[in-house]
DNA sequence: ACTTTATTTAACTCTTAAGTTATATAACAA
DNA sequence: TTGTTATATAACTTAAGAGTTAAATAAAGT
């Protein structure tokens, strides 16, 4: 079962809180560069630069609209990562049923609660 | 059907690339700092920040085992950033359906192909 | 007690990335 | 053609983050 390994900039482009609202308003519907920077305090020209980096991952593309440049989302870039991260999970999981990783878990202490380490 | 929304801390881990090798390679069984850091060219203090950083954005935890800090994967977080993005694309998808995103596709020019754009 | 092993923390450097404003480009409208 | 709308690019500033080495902490081994 061969799955394809996202691109750093996928996750680089996904690391931005800006970036990821912009993936959220376009899941609703294709916009305009104006639509995308309205709901945020940031210039337009962050914005574009923004998209810039989204299209380069190939989260989202863009279309020709007279003078607009409406984006929409590349779903299965989404899609690519999601079953990315997914299989790894998997082995995990399929890891930890192991009985040898069993045993070697009941020889040591248990886990350290989140917040307990400095 | 409420799902959770990842936290930036996660997003902000998964983006750099020495990190996504560290998850991938907890994937098969729990690691030591050392036995983690030895694939790697960077110096192990190095690694002990990636790790921190991991273990802040709910990726991995630690257990104890005398001298050593064993890290193991917790694969819920990864699951939840995979739900997000599936979400994502499913809402997309919904909205693709639509006979009026249909017909708005419909007006206009197609998709820029890749690498056109400058 | 002293040494070794395993890991973390601190202090620092360097690069990258996100924001800004100002300017350029491009298509349309009058 | 001149102006207006929509977006992109350039030049610049600032801050965050990834790496380094050196020193601190902590548990075991001798």
Redesign the interface.
Known sequence: MPFDIPQ?AT??A??D?TR?AI??R?????ATVAELADPFQISQPAISRHLRVL?KA?LI?????AQRR?R??N??A??Q???W??H??????A?YQRLD?VL?DL??????P?GD?K
């Open positions: 750093d996750f680089t996904l690391a809180p990821r993936l959220a376009l899941a609703e519907g294709q299209e190939g593309s863009t279309r020709i609209d409406p929409q989302l779903p299965q989404l899609a990562v999601a079953t991260l997914t790894l999970a998997a082995r995990y999981e890891q990783a070697e020889q040591s202490d248990p886990t350290i989140e380490m």
